[in-house]
């Protein structure tokens, strides 16, 4: 028989708290809106020295506790926002949760699963993949309306399109009908062009950023913003530090 191996314990360093950290609590997400747009959370990992991939994905940047928080952070968002590289590279499938999770969401007055939400350009994504495929968890696919109109009608066989901005996103614009039809909570799960554009035109409120202890070398750059070019810095409030194995789980709140 194969030994239970217990997962590491999470202690909050900030505020300090004695024992396990209670994560769930750590993690609880603001629920309302931001004025006309839902509250924007982004949730990325990065190696000590900012790499955000490791032969082009993240997993081996992560950890249990890093895991869990991503989990839990998907149970809570109403809507999951992703790129379309990051959907290529990380392989993504239709949202997933227990029985428990899906009743503690109706609960709360959300749908029983979270929705993911698709930003891309080109359009470029395979239709036939398991996030397109399954009827029961329908995504979201934002795009510009200078897209190319036999992969818009593609997209809306599989997906339900939300067409906004020429040439790029309007993610304002998105975000906006995002919030008309209901939705009060965004995660963003990167990668660091989308996490650039939501940046550019202030629409983060929140980071929850995973430190990995570790380093990567090589090109670890553009970070997890990318390239952002911001009118001026973004202050940021330190909310909490978690620990586990020599992670370091930082929530934090953008200042103002």
Known sequence: MTPTVAEPLVRQLLPFQPGDADVERAYDIP??????????????????????????????????????????????ADVILVGAQTVRAERYGPPKLDDAGRQR????????????AVLTRSLNLD???????DPTARPLVLAPESADPA?????????????AGQGVVDLTFALGELSRSGVSTV????????????????LIDELCLTISPSLVGGATRPGIIGAAHLPEMIGLKLLHVLEEDGFLLLRYATAG
């Open 31 to 76: 629920r309302g809106t931001r004025g006309t747009r839902p509250h924007v959370l982004v949730n990325m990992v990065a190696s000590t020295d900012g790499a955000t991939v490791v032969d082009g994905v993240t997993a081996k940047l992560g950890s249990p506790g890093d895991k869990r928080v991503f989990a839990l952070l998907r149970s809570l």
């Open 105 to 116: 969401r109706i609960a709360r007055g959300q749908t029983p699963l979270p929705r993911i």
């Open 127 to 133: 239709w036939s993949s398991r996030l397109f495929s």
């Open 151 to 163: 992969a818009l009608s593609a997209a809306r066989a599989v997906s339900d399109v939300l067409v």
């Open 187 to 202: 995660l963003c799960e990167g990668g660091p062009t989308l996490n650039a554009q939501l940046a550019e035109q202030g």
